[in-house]
Nanobody, 117 residues
Framework: HLAESGGGVVQVGGSLRLSCTFSGIVFDWYDSNWYRQTPGAQRELVAG???????TYQDAVKGRFTISRDSDAKTCYLQMDKLKPEDTGVYYC?????????????WGRGIQVNVSS
């Protein structure tokens, strides 16, 4: 249902743009989020955007990362600028739809981002 692309290796200070394409579900019904996981650590929220366009960011990425959504393309993006070694990890796309008493969630398979110094 969710497929990430755009990861890879980049040098410190460089940029990458991650994409997450939704399929088989109604994109406009789902908030879209990006999580990051590093070895031995829990998955952490990096950035999120609601269906109404409200965005949130982890403090460590504010001013460097930008999340956006394109309804026509059914795709969520994470533009990552001024990358640091601590941004390295596996990035997961997450879609969540809030219902009255529960929520529906989907996860992508994850994509590796390596920031080399």
């Amino acid at each position: 249902h969710l497929a990430e692309s755009g990861g890879g290796v980049v040098q410190v200070g460089g940029s990458l743009r991650l994409s997450c394409t939704f399929s088989g579900i109604v994109f406009d019904w789902y908030d879209s989020n990006w999580y990051r996981q590093t070895p031995g650590a829990q998955r952490e929220l990096v950035a999120g955007m609601t269906t109404t366009g409200i965005s949130t960011y982890q403090d460590a990425v504010k001013g460097r990362f930008t999340i956006s959504r394109d309804s026509d393309a059914k795709t969520c993006y994470l533009q990552m600028d001024k990358l640091k070694p601590e941004d390295t990890g596996v990035y997961y796309c997450h879609g969540q739809r809030h219902l009255r008493t529960t929520s529906l969630e989907f996860w992508g398979r994850g994509i590796q981002v390596n920031v080399s110094s």
